[in-house]
């Protein structure tokens, strides 16, 4: 089957803690995105990367990080500098020729 | 970061009505997309439209690309209950892998 695998669904973590959100993908995209949503909001981007081994930051990009090492695996860490991590994380690829696509999410809570 | 303007916020229709929104921008895109997210679940894409002035249906989906290509149009004819949902509109300014703006979405509510 193809298509972008987030997991886990869903995510929960004390505050302080790093925590890292998977994203797979197998459809060879090249490019590969991650977004957050907050509830009633709409999605903002965190982190993007157009081929392997480079990223570009997002509008939010302060208090995560990620890598890209495998065409189709782009990790999120949220580092304990977010302020406020709890939050929709919704991953994305596309490539040229193919419309952007997204994971099914994981919704990380931190208390 | 940039973003577009999409109207309305939210909605609340009886079934059978037919539903429009847009969304507008002061910047000019090469492409246009539709996305519909239920609750809990990633965003599904339902149209996508590359050219200024492109009708595009599917199934009881309608979308526009506008002409002056700062904006776009979304129907949905006699609605149902499984229409519920949050529709974003999204753009792109430049070709290639380039990131989308998306606007704030519109929430659809159906009374059955």
């Known amino acids: 089957d193809g298509g972008i695998t987030q997991s886990p669904k869903y995510l929960f973590r004390k505050e302080g803690q790093n925590v890292t959100l998977s994203c797979e993908q197998n459809?060879?995209?090249?490019?590969m995105y991650w977004y957050r949503q907050d509830p009633g909001q709409g999605l903002r981007l965190i982190y993007y990367?157009?081929?392997?081994?480079?990223?570009q930051k997002g509008d939010i990009a302060e208090g995560y990080s990620v890598s890209r090492e495998k065409k189709e695996s782009f990790p999120l860490t949220v580092t304990s500098a977010q302020k406020n991590p709890t939050a929709f994380y919704l991953c994305?690829?596309?490539?040229?020729?193919?419309?952007?696509?997204f994971g099914p999410g994981t919704r990380l809570t931190v208390t | 970061g940039q973003q577009l303007n999409q109207s309305p916020q939210s909605m609340f229709i009886q079934e059978g009505e037919d539903v429009s929104m847009n969304c507008t921008s002061s910047?000019?895109?090469?492409?246009w997309l539709w996305y519909k997210q239920d609750p809990g679940e990633g965003p599904v894409l339902l149209i996508a439209?590359?050219?200024?002035?492109e009708l595009t249906s599917n199934g009881r989906l309608t979308a526009q690309f506008g002409i002056t290509r700062k904006d776009s149009f979304l129907n949905i004819s006699a609605s149902i209950p499984s229409d519920v949902g949050i529709y974003f509109c999204?753009?792109?300014?430049?070709?290639?892998?380039?990131?989308?703006?998306f606007g704030k979405g519109t929430r659809l509510s159906v009374i059955a």
């Open positions: 994305a690829s596309s490539s040229a020729g193919s419309e952007q696509y």
């Open positions: 999204a753009g792109r300014l430049n070709t290639g892998n380039t990131p989308l703006v």
């Open positions: 459809l060879n995209h090249d490019a």
């Open positions: 990367s157009q081929i392997v081994n480079d990223f």
């Open positions: 439209l590359y050219k200024a002035g």
């Open positions: 910047s000019i895109f090469n492409t």
